[in-house]
């Protein structure tokens, strides 16, 4: 499975913002799809995941209520929708695939993508 994140930008405090994971590979379907973010000098932290068939989802206590996870099957596709943005959330958000469960951690992530920055001003 190969994985592509899109969709980051620069946005203001407050604003929303969505991400895109678009995978390659006819099994995209029976992966679990997490997304992860990376802030300059800090380590590598969960942000959210959703099942295989999108019908379980599990978030960081740091985005949620705020942030939405879900996927599109039919198109490949993984969406992390971000609303009431906020500095903190400044970061490099990269997807990645596992055929673990929505708990799994980041290290039984097999397949990573590459990231999309979006920096939140104030």
């Known amino acids: 499975v190969q994985l592509q994140a899109s969709g980051g930008g620069l946005v203001q405090a407050g604003d929303s913002l969505s991400l895109s994971c678009t995978a390659s590979g006819r099994t995209f379907s029976e992966y679990t799809v997490g997304w992860f973010r990376q802030a300059p000098g800090k380590e590598r932290e969960f942000v959210a995941a959703?099942?295989?068939?999108?019908?379980?989802?599990y978030y960081a206590d740091s985005v949620k209520e705020r942030f939405a996870v879900s996927r599109d099957n039919a198109k490949n596709t993984v969406y992390l929708q971000m609303n009431s943005l906020k500095p903190e959330d400044t970061a490099i958000y990269h997807c990645?695939?596992?055929?673990?469960?929505?708990?799994?951690?980041?290290?039984?992530?097999?397949?990573w993508g590459q990231g999309t920055e979006v920096t939140v001003s104030s």
């Open positions: 959703i099942s295989w068939n999108g019908a379980n989802t």
């Open positions: 990645a695939a596992t055929r673990f469960n929505f708990l799994a951690t980041s290290k039984e992530y097999n397949y």
